[in-house]
């Protein structure tokens, strides 16, 4: 899996698939609580996804599991974003 590129439909898919299988849970209420706060369906799929991105990168990239308990982490700050500023 080297080869392949981590790209945006990709994330808004894993992502989507969550929401489906309501797991984690928090995707779910991080999509409610940024869209009560008028961020639109859209952008707040494209924050999750900037949350979930790097749980990817390791998993893909770097052969690492999954950190459920980071990307809560992240979930939870948005729609700030500072691990991007690392």
């Known amino acids: 899996m080297q080869d392949e590129q981590l790209d945006q439909a990709m994330l808004f898919e894993v992502v989507e ?6 797991y984690p849970t928090e ?3 991080t999509l ?3 869209r ?8 707040a799929i494209a924050l999750i ?14 052969q690492q599991s999954f950190n459920l308990t980071r990307y809560v ?3 939870n700050l948005l729609p700030q974003t500072p691990w991007l500023e690392e």
């Open 17 to 22: 698939n969550q929401l489906a299988d309501n």
């Open 49 to 62: 996804a900037c949350a979930l991105a790097p749980e990817m990168v390791d998993v893909i990239e770097h």
């Open 36 to 43: 009560m706060t008028g961020t639109s369906y859209d952008d």
């Open 32 to 34: 409610m609580r940024l």
């Open 27 to 29: 995707v779910k209420a």
């Open 73 to 75: 982490s992240h979930l």
